[in-house]
């Protein structure tokens, strides 16, 4: 199908070639200027159509998979390989059609009062207009700026590659905002201790590790010594440190794995994204902003970076969670909620605007979306109508199967269509040796010393578990395709995509393989774990996920926190009880009653149990669905659309398992 | 909210001025041109903040104005409100803060070899470099075209407009395929006759009177004589044709409007759009190809373009109702609706790319995109999975929201802050008188014509009620601001952007004080309608209508497809009764035999009666859900979705009548 779309995109190019060469005579230049807007025009349609083909592509080949039970390749490793296909026929089935006209220029004689270090945004190019009657106008055209020129400018690869903003503006906020908002909280915040853990302190350390020893090549190879500074190496570094939950997270659904492992594996990769996307920020910035330009190493602009690091980062998670709980009041307050549509659109724009408002103040919109996604899901998502509950939620799982295949695709068309690649093979050696140790000095030593202080221990096969899925993914490619101004920039683009393809196709691929060789229970329901947790496990060196049973080895942390919430975050945002009436103290009375709603008053307790997530049914429900939405509905849920019945749900799910594998 | 995410903005640009002008030593340009796309990407940021502020304002006042029962001003007619507002303080607030830094550019001496007529696509700036040590070294930059200068250049409000073919690609596609998916097709195919000959006549009429009054207009105004073609007003004329549906209809479903004019006036501004886009692709088209460039009127170039109306206008719907089926044939042949996420993503993957292919063959999208939206709804949807079916639903009416709500804030932004509008108080004018009169010219002189030949006769207080729906909208707008190359153009822009203000507003507005004035029956249900329809309406010439009790009075166009529907189309592309075995001669019984699957032959009649959409059944589902997604749900179904129990809303949905006006 591609390669149809491929023909019809030649043919088109062909026919407006022809009209574009056509001589014509002066007065109809706004004629042909028409024609060339709508040459542009189909471009960008074919364009598109490239890749929702790869897309419809991907989806059939993985329902053939899912159909057929075959689990040796996931969804993303198809559809990267769909579009390292058809990316080299582009590359390689059309050599000629150099559709684009370009003409050298020179800054006009008298106006060389230009003199500043940076090429100008907009040429201006007076360009004569020959009218009908012999004589001529001229007509100034703007021409904006694009970029450095490289070997290849060929207008259909040009069109088969984005804007790499569309990334950060389109791409990745619902990917990431519906990993927030599909978050199972509950044992996120359980071992929110070992997740911080391996987030920030191992991004970072993985960031560093990585730098140093990319650096220490680099000195081996003379070509690249002069080419690479040591903060360069270092960004590669925190742009390559963070793991992708993607793959790994869909396959950890369909096989029902250990919910501690899923919550360590899926908590970890949501949170080093949002540490890597700001650390890198920070070493930018540091090299941009703070080093006075000696190249050593500086304490003050060390400091200063660091600085950046925490602020940023805390002032992002602060808009995101402001914007969440505004959200929460906003439909706590408002009977918003007897009309769906309006909800649901005030609940996606609300979200939207939290990513645009952190982007607009020069902070991380990734990382505010997510803890916005977080609290929506932990709040609004209470006051939410049941339409609007749905809809959110199926609209967001749609939005982010969608946004994460097209990225899939992309990177591997990208692979050959984008104009910077910059293949160098001791580049590519190295960062495949230190993408693999920085995640060792991840995982490894901070388990250890986890294991120290933590009372159930993480054993060592979900160690290497942990290792093994640490894919890059969508945010490495991401953050390396924004920016490709230099060579240094360039190559570490070409081995990042490298390092993308090759770990979600050969680690995702055997993401079924690892589970087994570690031992690792699958087929575990949440539920049954809880209920008769000796029973199921007899075997192995697990000590862990013993604590789910028992609420007071909670972590410190996580009871703190627990309880504040209950007492006053859900009665302010949510129709919870208790109310604030109980539990602020009776000087607060009079503002109490202001915030507490009759709704809130009058419910009574079933309803609360339902409502509230404080305990295991929002999240039993939230993680039902999700996992069946993918599963054969028939089989588990019959016609009953599962976020419906809970109950009922819930009630059929121990039937499913050990059933898959 | 605007107002502070203008003082943000303003803020960023000024700092970040700050450091583009700060000289520094050359090596730093790479930097330097990282600073500048971080500066692109916060500018995108607000610009898309601004309209999500806007449509969050939108949402809350909607909000605030049904939950108060107030209907003097539409959402749609807010949205324009508020884009107005929030456009006059970026034009008027900000007036320094040029931060585009332009070069004014000549050819280069020796590379005079470019002799085109028109500007070429990319200007390449040899741009010397200071190295830190001295020397220079020229790097080449790339420049692309942008248009012709106008007088207004800051980088603010180029950044408040988008690129007209976002329309195109983005925003027209989901609005009008949901009007396809959504439409009341029983209806519809019972007033087809009508239908049709006002979309198609009634359109064509409309922009030829339209045209030749302009042109009569323009020859008496000596300033715009010159510069205006009878082509140029022929444009004009289709562009202001087509009328739009959004506002009128979800007035008429907020009132539950008699669902016969609810047909006509829905089925017909959808289907004109349709006409509307093609007839002035042909127009173009004439202009540019056929005309030998005498200016008068040539019957063989005539001809021409009449054929590419219709070879576009057919091939268009050709394209779309074939990829409706093709999605219809994959999802009953396969088993993907066991997986629904799968499958809802094939859905949108499918539909869009219908109008991509349209697009990208040079035929057109819209059209394409409505008839394969029809195409879904009646043949695909019943293969769905119930979860699926809701998804598609909801996401549809969900993004038709957002993008309808968007275009008209953009509308209204746009009035102040796009750089090409042309004011002509003359030229206004005329398009205005015009307007009206190209409807009245529609629809009076067709109603009777049909009323000679229709037995339910159209009564004249339906004709009133047509000619004032005739609101003028996206449609017009995005055909507008496509091409502003020229000062005609840039006055039709200017002309249409204010007809569709006006009318939006102060049409729109108006409309439940229309109903009452022609004595147009709401608070009709459907359902009640067929059963009674003697007692609710007592009093009124209406002589249209009783035609729905009498199925033997359907027109004959319908009739025909109506048989070939049910025996052929439905036993193929669903699971519905009877079978190919039963309608297909003897001969073809193996190729019957392979294309009914075992589902179909298994279901029993009450199956069918739920999934076939040839009676009842489906269209009262889907009108029900529609109408009370925008209803306050508690007060119709209570905490039931109503998609889900079909019978139950149906039996709840009689409480209603004449509760509201």
């Known amino acids: 199908m591609a390669d149809s779309a491929m023909t019809v995109r030649y043919a088109v190019v062909v026919t407006i070639g022809v009209f574009l060469l ?25 364009n598109l159509l490239l890749y929702t083909f790869l897309l419809i592509l991907t989806v059939l080949t993985i329902w053939t998979f899912k159909h057929r039970r075959l689990r040796f390749l996931h969804e993303t490793g198809l559809a990267v390989i769909y ?13 000629n059609s150099s559709t684009i006209v370009h003409m050298p220029v020179v800054p006009e004689p008298d106006g060389s009062h230009y003199n500043q270090s940076v090429p100008p945004d907009t040429l201006w190019l007076r360009f004569p207009e020959s009218k009908g009657d012999g004589t001529t106008k001229n007509k100034t055209f703007a021409y904006s700026f694009r970029g450095e020129i490289y070997k290849r400018d060929n207008e259909i690869d040009l069109k088969a590659t984005f804007d790499p903003e569309i990334f950060f503006n389109i791409i990745l906020p619902p990917i990431i905002f519906h990993a927030g908002y599909s978050l199972k909280r509950k044992y996120f915040f359980r071992n929110l201790g070992a997740i911080l853990t391996y987030a920030l302190i191992g991004t970072t350390i993985s960031s560093f590790v990585i730098g140093a020893l990319m650096y220490t090549f680099i000195q081996l190879i003379p070509h690249l010594a002069s080419s690479f500074t040591f903060l360069d190496t270092l960004y590669f570094g925190a742009l390559i440190s963070p793991t992708d939950p993607l793959t790994i997270i869909s396959i950890f659904n369909d096989l029902h794995v250990d919910v501690n492992l899923y919550a360590l594996v899926f908590g970890e990769s949501v949170l080093n994204d949002a540490v890597a996307i700001v650390l890198s920020g920070s070493i930018q910035n540091y090299a941009e902003r703070y080093q006075s330009g000696s190249g050593g190493f500086e304490t003050w602009a060390f400091f200063q970076a660091l600085g950046d690091f925490i602020r940023i980062f805390s002032l992002s998670l602060f808009i995101g969670a402001t914007m969440g709980c505004v959200t929460a009041l906003l439909t706590k307050f408002t009977r918003v909620r007897d009309f769906p549509l309006l909800e649901s659109a005030l609940f996606v724009l609300m979200s939207y605007s939290t990513f645009l408002i952190a982007e607009a ?9 997510l803890f916005c996604g977080i609290c929506q899901a932990h709040y609004t998502y ?22 994460e295949n097209f990225i899939f695709s992309y990177i591997g068309v ?22 693999l140790l920085g995640r060792a ?35 490495s490619f991401a953050l390396a395709i924004r920016n490709t101004v230099s060579d240094a920039r360039q190559a570490m683009l070409t081995t990042t995509s490298l390092i993308v393809i090759l770990t979600v196709i050969l680690q995702g691929g055997a993401t079924t393989q690892f589970l087994s060789w570690f031992n690792i229970p699958v087929g575990v329901d949440e539920e049954v774990e809880v209920l008769s947790y000796n029973g199921v496990r007899s075997g192995g060196s697990l000590s862990m996920g013993g604590s789910t049973s028992k609420t007071n080895e909670k972590a410190l942390l996580a009871r703190i926190w627990g309880n504040f919430d209950t007492h006053y975050m859900k009665p302010l945002l949510t ?17 109490a009653r202001i915030l507490t709603t009759t709704q809130q008053m009058t419910q009574d307790n079933v309803a609360r149990r339902v409502d509230s997530d404080s305990d295991l049914c929002l999240e039993d429900r939230d993680t039902d669905r999700r996992r069946t939405s993918i599963q054969p509905l028939g089989t588990v849920t019959g016609e009953v659309s599962p976020g419906q019945q809970p109950l009922h749900t819930r009630v059929a799910l121990p039937g499913l398992i050990g059933r898959h594998l």
Chains 1, 2 share one sequence.
Do not use: W
């Open 83 to 95: 579009g390292l296909i058809v990316g080299a026929i582009i590359r390689y089935g059309f050599t």
């Open 361 to 369: 103040s020069d902070l991380t919109g990734v990382v505010a979306v």
């Open 441 to 475: 000095v991840n995982v490894y030593p901070l388990s250890f010393l986890l294991n120290l202080g933590r009372n159930p221990k993480i054993p060592s096969n979900y160690q290497h578990m942990l290792f093994c899925a640490g894919l890059r993914g969508a945010m």
């Open 575 to 591: 129709h919870s009880r208790p109310t604030l009436l109980d539990t602020l103290p009776v000087c607060c009375g009079p503002l």
């Open 414 to 435: 990208s692979m050959f269509t984008f104009p910077k690649h910059h293949f160098d093979p001791g580049f590519i050696f190295a960062g495949f040796f230190c993408a």
């Open 382 to 403: 209470n006051n939410l109508s049941v339409d609007s509950r749905q809809r959110t939620k199926q609209l967001f799982e749609l939005l982010n199967f969608l946004a």
């Open 22 to 46: 056509k001589s014509c005579s002066g007065e109809e230049t706004d004629i042909k200027l028409d024609k060339k807007a709508q040459l542009l025009h189909r471009l960008d349609s074919l």
